[in-house]
Every structure is written in structure tokens, then in C-alpha cells.
């Protein structure tokens, strides 16, 4: 009841935690991904 009470308060907060924590796990993955073959082709991955 008063977590309810508390995220209806806060208009700042639509999101919750999980969604942004998904959301940012999301996007380091994608990071991940891209810098990868640049990785390879630089051979850094036998390091």
C-alpha cells in the first residue's frame, strides 16, 4: 500500500527499476557486440 501510494506520488519515476535495469543491460550488451569485431580484427581477444 504505501509503495503504491509512493510511485503514484512520484510522477519522475513511470519506469520501473527493472525495466531501466533491463534497459540498461540491453544497452551495455550492444556495446559489447559492436565493439567486438573490432576486437577480434585488432587481436586483442588472444590477449
Do not use: E, R
Amino acid at each position: 500500500m504505501l509503495n503504491a501510494t509512493a510511485q503514484s506520488g512520484a510522477p519522475s519515476a513511470d519506469l520501473p527499476t527493472w525495466v531501466i535495469a533491463l534497459m540498461q543491460s540491453i544497452v551495455s550488451l550492444k556495446s559489447y557486440l559492436y565493439s567486438l569485431p573490432h576486437l577480434i580484427l585488432a587481436g586483442d581477444y588472444s590477449a
